[in-house]
């Protein structure tokens, strides 16, 4: 049953973060901490890590951690989440040679204290896809740094089991991942409207919006509101069934023909697809509230479907936008600098979305045209579909024949940046070019990049500047490859025009033949 949460006090530990700067915890009598290092910076840094000491419980002690993370608070590359905070840090490598934590306090501070309050650009402003980039990772710090307990990104669970010890202590780190609080909980029972109670009803009710390799996606109203992490959600959903367990249901048929023989059999293979699902929720939940990204709410049974409960998207997938949009542009409806404006919008928003998977250690590793989406609420396209999401370095899968390399290689963010790269393609291309498994692989030039006719009238700066950042994406060495957050920093993305305007030629590219 889904009920609203009590309310009572606040959360052990918020009332630590009010404190005036000059009240500086006493750490307890047992533990022993360096000293202060930076001034007012240092300060908060021993107040998060104090915090930290008292949340993580006897036999795991983050305070003897926090010195190297500080070192790496200066460091390059994807930026990391500090225990207990999510902030990421996207702040220049420094030598081994450095001092910890050479940051200005003022950046640190607000970093490890509550952060002000973020918003989002609003729809009717131009915008810089690098800086909307910053705020989602803001946002994801805020809300990392005011949940109750510890969180980390996997990214940092990673490095942290990295440096070894004791299988208890991996154990412990591994429950400090996102959505690890709801997989110990397991699958709450959730009911649709009185209406479409029981499998026979389900299908009058479960609008089926779509089949993965993982599962079927349906469209659900729910009997009650559910609520998380103290919010009313609604009762509008996409439910993602993954395993069901009626043998006389259709989706479980093939599950139930393939088992091995056994006794337990049955258990464990319910068990095994239980964990495949708590794997792609997991990833979800890592991204958190990333705008660019569907969100997730929870693990949910319905009768004998379990699966994900995820946010309803309403507009269609990128297929559908090229379609309707090539139709618009042959029929004058849209200028090839409007679809042109569509397709830049669109590689942004991935890329953002690509980048906050890399900050969380993760790799998506299906980006294609099925699975990002155009939100007409938010004037925004979105990624979908975590069925094939890992952890970096985890073996890699293939994803939409046409979007990945086939190369035999661990999963990595680079890969996904090869993925955007035939998106921006299959968005540009002629029908008549066909893509097969791998896509349009090697660089390419003006003259043979397989631009639709209506594109080839563009300015010659504009196509130069397509093909030259394509090339960017597909180049063959991983290590010279560009990740996606150096790829938003492309002259492709000076500025970016009003989501409002681009909704518009979206709205024009609608129009009935």
């Keep these: 049953m889904i009920t609203p949460p009590s309310t009572g006090s606040a959360p052990k530990g918020v009332e630590d973060t009010r404190r005036s700067d000059n009240q500086t915890p006493q750490p307890p009598t047992n533990r022993s901490l360096p000293a ?88 009717s402003d131009p915008w810089n896809a690098l800086s909307a980039l910053g705020k989602e990772r803001r946002l994801q710090s805020m809300k990392r740094s005011t949940s109750p307990g510890v969180v980390l990104s996997p990214r940092l669970v990673n490095e942290l089991s990295q440096q070894g010890g004791m299988p208890e202590r991996m154990e412990r780190l591994a429950a400090l991942k996102p959505g690890a609080a709801e997989i110990s909980n397991g699958f709450a029972a959730i009911a649709l409207e009185p209406s479409c109670e029981g499998l ?209 290689s661990a999963s990595h963010h680079k890969r996904d940046v090869y993925s955007v790269a035939q998106l921006l393609v299959h968005f540009l291309k002629t029908p008549a070019r066909a893509m097969g498994l791998i896509g349009l692989s090697n660089a390419s030039s003006v003259e043979t990049f397989p631009f639709m006719d209506p594109l080839k009238t563009l300015p010659a700066q504009s196509k130069e500047g397509i093909v030259q950042f394509f090339n960017r994406m597909v180049t063959m060495r991983l290590d010279e490859r560009p990740s996606a957050e150096e790829l938003l920093r492309d002259p492709f993305f000076s500025e970016l025009p009003p989501r409002d305007e681009v909704h518009a030629i979206y709205q024009r590219s609608k129009r009935p033949a």
Aim: include cysteine; charge should be neutral; proline fraction near 7%.
């Design 36 to 123: 202060p290092k930076a001034g007012h910076a240092s300060l908060l840094l021993e107040r998060r890590r104090l915090k930290l000491g008292e949340r993580a419980g006897e036999g795991l002690r983050f305070n003897a951690q926090l010195p190297a993370l500080g070192d790496r608070m200066a460091g390059g590359g994807s930026p990391r989440s500090l225990p207990g905070s999510g902030s990421p840090l996207s702040t220049p490598r420094s030598s081994p040679g450095d001092k910890a934590f050479p940051s200005p306090p003022s950046i640190l501070a607000s970093l490890l204290d509550p952060p002000t309050p973020v918003s989002r650009h609003r729809t």
């Design 200 to 408: 026979p009803q389900a299908a009058h009710c479960m609008q089926r919006l779509g089949v993965g390799a993982s599962g079927v996606a349906y469209a659900v109203r729910l009997a009650e509101n559910f609520w998380r992490e103290g919010k009313d959600c609604g009762r509008d959903f996409v439910f993602k069934a993954m395993l069901c367990t009626d043998p006389g249901h259709p989706m479980s048929r093939r599950f139930f023909d393939t088992l091995p023989e056994g006794a337990n059999s049955l258990a464990d293979a319910i068990e095994q697809e239980k964990a495949k699902i708590y794997k792609e929720f997991q990833v979800a939940a890592s991204l958190g509230e990333t705008a660019q990204v569907m969100r997730v709410y929870g693990l949910v049974q319905i009768d004998a479907l379990f699966g994900i409960l995820l946010e309803k998207i309403e507009g269609p997938a990128v297929h559908q936008v090229i379609d309707r949009s090539r139709h618009a542009l042959d029929q004058g409806f849209i200028r090839p600098v409007d679809y042109l404006a569509l397709g830049r919008q669109m590689l942004a928003d991935v890329l953002i979305g690509a980048s906050r998977f890399a900050d969380e250690g993760l790799v998506h590793q299906d980006i294609s045209h099925n699975n990002v989406i155009y939100d007409e609420h938010q004037k925004m396209f979105r990624l979908i579909d975590m069925g094939l999401g890992r952890e970096e370095g985890e073996p890699s899968q293939l994803g939409t024949a046409g979007y990945f390399e086939m190369r035999p």
